[in-house]
């Protein structure tokens, strides 16, 4: 029974560890991480995705949780260094609000963030690497999105 219980524990702190996912998506169709292929969206699910992403609801959302992040990290003394969770969740937020119609999966690691996935056009194409940017905490961006515009259904 001794060995039994530290087994049954490591177990399931092994399931709740896999269950985890560690990625920040624009939308529920947004790859699953940022080495993933992006494919072109279907017409339904970039018009939800859009219509939420648009939504005053969500808009006020985001906002007002990328507001509440950077007065949290003023506070703190303004640092330059941020958690990789939670410049993730910033990037992937600024990019929401901005980029509506977006599939896209942000990863962070010490500053650097790689964000992968769909858009519907060039313009918003050229949008994303600004917008990351501005985060404080940011320090570089890659790129690995495709244009791809919503196949019809």
Request: hydrophobic share 40%; proline share 5%.
């Amino acid at each position: 029974m001794n060995k039994f219980i530290p087994l049954l524990l490591g177990s399931l702190m092994l399931l709740g560890a896999a269950g985890c996912d560690n990625t920040a998506k624009t939308s529920a169709d947004a790859p699953g991480s940022t080495s993933e292929s992006p494919m072109a969206p279907d017409a339904q699910s970039a018009a939800s995705t859009k219509d939420d992403a648009m939504s005053d609801t969500r808009k006020a959302q985001v906002e007002s949780d990328i507001r509440a992040r950077e007065q949290r990290n003023n506070v703190t003394g303004g640092d330059a260094v941020r958690d990789n969770a939670d410049l993730q969740s910033q990037v992937r937020g600024k990019l929401e609000a901005n980029i509506p119609a977006s599939q896209l999966t942000v990863d962070a690691k010490d500053g650097a963030i790689t964000i992968a996935g769909t858009v519907s056009n060039q313009s918003q194409l050229a949008k994303i690497e600004p917008l990351a940017m501005q985060i404080k905490g940011v320090k570089s961006v890659v790129n690995k999105v495709a244009v791809a515009p919503a196949k019809p259904n």
